[in-house]
């Protein structure tokens, strides 16, 4: 079992930085993956970036180049730093991790992130 919490989100203006966190705990130890994922209402919930075990990183096209995720090596929390933040990444977003080998996976509440002048 892994419980997640998100933090950080907010109200940031046009171009603007925020950076959210996640602290994982319970067992962490059989953490394979932690990712970052967002929601608009009405619409599905995409994945954002991701990060592997091995501390290999993956980004959707959207956030490229503007978003970094990175994670604490006991897998105890993953970080997403947000630069250059447009009106278009308003979004609840969400943390996520995969479980191995149970292949099990986990959320956060998640945590609302606004971009607006």
């Known amino acids: 079992q892994v419980t997640l919490v998100e933090s950080g989100g907010g109200l940031v203006q046009p171009g603007g930085s925020l950076r959210l966190s996640c602290a994982a705990s319970?067992?962490?130890?059989?953490?394979?993956?932690m990712h970052w994922w967002r929601q608009v209402p009405g619409k599905a919930r995409a994945v954002v970036a991701e990060i592997n075990r091995e501390g290999r990183t993956t980004y959707a096209p959207s956030v490229r180049g503007r978003f970094t995720i990175s994670m604490e090596r006991d897998r105890t929390a993953t970080y997403l730093q947000m630069n250059n933040l447009q009106r278009e990444d308003t979004a609840v977003y969400f943390c996520?991790?995969?479980?191995?080998?149970?292949?099990?996976?986990?959320w956060g509440q998640g945590t609302q992130v606004t971009v607006s002048s």
């Open positions: 319970g067992s962490t130890f059989g953490i394979e993956s």
């Open positions: 996520n991790v995969k479980t191995s080998p149970d292949g099990f996976e986990y």
